[in-house]
């Protein structure tokens, strides 16, 4: 019959409405007391830059897509760091390759481009970071450890592996990026 639902003599529907909520109950129970400051946790996009790791904040992040971008002519004013530029629904953003702004030597080969979301703190209207590859995301607790002699902080990932944690306003800020 077609809309019939089948109830097992174990109770079925039952059952599964009682499982459903004792794995809530057990998830609310291991949530924090009232009163009791969690830990602060930060949501990165964790990205390979010439293999180096590092995480960008995920909440700067407004889309992760195939390295994709226009050459432009390189003016005698343009920071070393820009590639070209990419158009995406209407809006231009202007390229940075990641491990320069780092840096680094210019990447051989993107592998990954991040659009960043406008920040009214960044000079420039929509910015996009090309980086080797990217890893997946991964939530760091805590504050992370003291500044590196570049100025960005580093975090501790659970496996012991560290990562440089970048602040796109951040990393602006502190120069020059006007093309």
């Given at each position: 019959m077609k809309g019939h639902v089948?109830?097992?003599p174990d109770g079925g529907r039952d059952a599964f409405a009682r499982r459903v909520l004792h794995e809530r109950a057990r998830a609310l129970a291991g949530r924090a007391q009232v009163?009791?400051?969690?830990?602060?946790?930060?949501a990165l996009i964790m990205v390979n830059v010439a293999e180096q790791p590092c995480g960008?904040?995920?909440?700067?992040?407004?889309r992760v897509t195939d390295p994709v971008w226009n050459d432009m002519p390189r003016r005698p004013d343009c920071p070393p760091?820009?590639?070209?530029?990419h158009g995406y629904q209407g809006d231009l953003?202007?390229?940075?390759d990641l491990s320069v702004l780092l840096g680094g030597?210019?990447?051989?080969?993107?592998?990954?481009m991040l659009l960043l979301r406008s920040v009214s703190s960044i000079p420039l209207g929509r910015i996009a970071l090309l980086a080797t590859s990217a890893a997946g995301t991964v939530d760091i607790t805590g504050t992370p450890?003291?500044?590196?002699?570049?100025?960005?902080?580093?975090?501790?990932?659970p496996d012991g592996r560290r990562l440089t944690v970048i602040d796109?306003?951040?990393?602006?800020?502190?120069?020059?990026?006007?093309?």
């Open positions: 089948t109830v097992t009163g009791v400051q969690a830990a602060p946790h930060r960008v904040d995920l909440h700067a992040v407004l760091g820009v590639q070209g530029v953003y202007t390229v940075f030597e210019r990447l051989e080969k993107a592998g990954v450890i003291p500044l590196t002699p570049a100025g960005f902080p580093q975090a501790s990932l796109p306003a951040r990393l602006f800020s502190s120069r020059y990026v006007g093309v």
